[in-house]
């Protein structure tokens, strides 16, 4: 039998190898080395970090595929990047320069505001944000190999994350108490396929691995999610936006390898320097808000 | 009997299930205490840079070769069999147990991972049913991401299995088993299983004296 590339058991697996690590933002192939060598298990090669994308304003859109190239050539860690939700040739680019994984990102502005990205339609894997279990299997659905609960990405504030993975994790308990006559029912009040609805209660977690992403900025965070269940940590401004990005980002991975030894968490959580300027989600007008974006 | 899976970074959870899943217990190992009263260790796939540079950081890797040296029985999957190999052609750190050398990303990037079925002669021994013709076990269903290839073996190292075109994708030397696909991400536990008699020949051969 011949070789067959671009499966889901393929696509999957890729984000299975990537638990318990913690995948940076990086904006340069200089950044994506120091990730690297701080034990970043993959990197997300965009043109701005999302704190900056907050503060130029505009429209963000996919970065320079010369910059991703770069990226892709400087190191031997797994290589991500974004597209805008809905915009299929974007998510196209990103495939023929030979990124590992696609993120359909809320970050970016969206450039359809019906439909995300039929990504079964491609060899390459795709990650996609959720904010409850019904987007998450929506994405899933459509294709989605691996998901990240949102938080409120380039603001330092993790408390939209916590809301957003306590929400995914608290519906599954809920599904998983639920008697099987309630299954359908509950499907349609989430808007999820009815069998991506069964699998999880079966699985008792999501079908694809699902990380933590936005907001995170300390070794404490990234300790804080995983105790709350998911599968790994994304960090994208929260490294390059503080004072000593080469020391945190090494901090951070070793807090989400020990994230249940709070010694170890206390102890490489000294003498950091400075965290980025955090923003209180709070503050922040609703019009503003990433998160909400994705149907 | 209880088995250690490395814990530090990637798929060692799947190891897990199979593990009970075949009755055996195992315990997680993130620190070198952890290593105690091990009878074997699999170090899962995963970044083998990052879970080499958390096993430098947290004084593991020494331990770990310490283990080996007693005769324990050691199984590397994808990034474990970058670790155990004595040479990767790139600098990270290594355990250098295994006289092997391999490529890392060696079919490309992600869009080269592919599914492939698997001839491997030493799943016989655990006396599977042979396929329908007789002509032999059922092939393994090799599940290679972002994979790397063993590109040399020393004269001590036994080929478990090549792709048709001839790249080997698992070997054995003594109690040290290197799989550069991912057994753990099947529903087959013949490579477990293979491993666990390993295990016993191993303690068969410390008992004996005959382990050098």
């Not at chain 1, 599904?175 to 509950?186: A, D, G, H, I, R």
């Not at chain 1, 069964?198 to 079908?207: A, C, D, F, K």
Request: aromatic residues 4%; charged residues 20%; glycine residues 12%.
């Amino acid at each position: 039998m011949e070789k067959q590339t671009g499966t889901l058991a393929v696509k999957r697996g890729l984000a299975e190898m990537l638990k318990g690590g913690v995948i940076m933002d990086v904006v340069t192939a200089e950044q994506a080395k120091i990730a690297e060598g701080a034990g970043a298990c993959a990197v997300m090669a965009l043109e701005r970090v999302p704190a900056d994308i907050r503060a130029d304003g505009g429209v963000a859109r996919m970065s320079d595929p010369g910059m991703i190239v770069d990226i892709i050539a400087a190191v031997s860690i797994p290589v991500m990047a974004k597209c805008r939700i809905g915009h299929f040739v974007e998510a196209q680019v990103l495939q023929a320069l030979g990124v590992d994984y696609v993120d359909e990102s809320e970050v970016l502005t969206p450039a359809d505001e019906e439909h995300h990205v039929d990504k079964h339609a491609f060899a390459v894997p795709f990650v996609c944000g959720c904010r409850n279990l019904g987007e998450a299997l929506r994405r899933i659905g459509e294709g989605a190999a691996m998901i990240r609960t949102k938080g409120e990405a380039g603001t330092g504030d993790v408390v939209e994350a916590v809301r957003h993975a306590r929400a995914v994790l608290g519906e599954i308990g809920r599904l998983q108490q639920m008697p099987t006559e309630e299954l359908m029912s509950f499907a349609k009040e989430i808007g999820a396929p009815h069998e991506l609805v069964q699998e999880t209660r079966e699985l008792g977690r999501l079908p694809v691995v699902n990380f933590a992403a936005g907001g995170l900025a300390t070794p404490a965070d990234a300790a804080l999610m995983m105790q709350l269940g998911v599968d790994g940590v994304f960090v994208g401004s929260g490294i390059f936006k503080s004072g000593d990005p080469a020391s945190r980002a090494k901090a951070i991975v070793a807090a989400t390898t020990h994230y249940n030894d709070a010694e170890i968490v206390a102890r490489v959580s000294k003498g950091l320097g400075e965290p980025m300027v955090g923003r209180q989600v709070q503050d922040i007008p609703t019009t503003e808000l990433l998160a909400g974006r994705g149907w | 009997m209880q088995i250690g899976v490395l814990a530090l970074q990637g798929a060692f959870r799947e190891h897990g299930v199979i593990l009970r899943r075949i009755g055996v217990a195992h315990r997680e190992v993130r620190l070198p205490g952890h290593l105690r009263g091990l009878d074997g260790l699999i170090i899962p796939g995963g970044e083998s840079t990052t879970i080499g540079k958390l096993a430098r950081e947290y004084s593991l890797l020494r331990p770990m070769r310490a283990l080996a040296h007693e005769g324990k029985a050691v199984w590397g999957t994808c990034a474990g069999a970058i670790l155990l190999a004595k040479q990767a052609g790139s600098r990270q750190p290594l355990l250098g147990l295994m006289d092997i050398a391999v490529q890392r990303n060696a079919f490309g990037r992600q869009l080269d991972s592919f599914e492939t079925p698997l001839e491997v002669g030493a799943l016989t021994a655990l006396g599977e049913a042979s396929g329908a013709n007789g002509s032999g076990p059922r092939p393994f269903h090799g599940v290679f991401i972002r994979a790397p290839l063993i590109s040399s073996v020393g004269s001590g190292v036994e080929v478990l299995a090549r792709l048709p075109t001839g790249e080997v994708v698992a070997a054995r030397q003594d109690g040290m088993l290197a799989t550069v696909f991912h057994p753990e991400l099947t529903d087959d536990d013949r490579f477990h299983r293979l491993f666990l008699d390993m295990i016993a020949l191993q303690r068969g051969a410390v008992t004996a004296g005959s382990y050098d």
